[in-house]
Nanobody, 118 residues
């Protein structure tokens, strides 16, 4: 059974930092590209950051320079370090895993709420 379990969300003031973590199980983690998406109320889900199985990263323009995605293949985890948070970063953040090895598959976590407010 595949599970992606996010943690680390919460309430933070503007300018603050949070670190999200996603623990994966039931997959060969090193063969998966990983990503973080977010969805704010009334808006479509959007890609925030991604990291390939070989460690290449990419970011949405809105978070570039503030957020950092990283992975630890030994621990089957992917993290999102979020600095200089803004109210517009408020959303539910989802962990996403995808592979094409032995056929295309993808999985979502259940999401974790991030609220940036004073």
């Amino acid at each position: 059974q595949v599970q992606l379990v996010e943690s680390g969300g919460g309430l933070v003031q503007p300018g603050g930092s949070l670190r999200l973590s996603c623990a994966a199980s039931g997959i060969i983690f090193s063969t998966y590209g990983m990503a973080w998406y977010r969805q704010a109320p009334g808006k479509q889900r959007e890609l925030v950051a991604a990291i390939t199985s070989t460690g290449s990263t990419s970011y949405a323009t809105s978070v570039k320079g503030r957020f950092t995605i990283s992975r630890d293949n030994a621990k089957n985890t992917v993290a999102l370090q979020m600095n200089s948070l803004k109210p517009e970063d408020t959303a539910v953040y989802y962990c996403f895993a995808a592979t094409v090895v032995s056929g295309p598959r993808n999985y979502w976590g259940q999401g974790t709420q991030v609220t940036v407010s004073s």
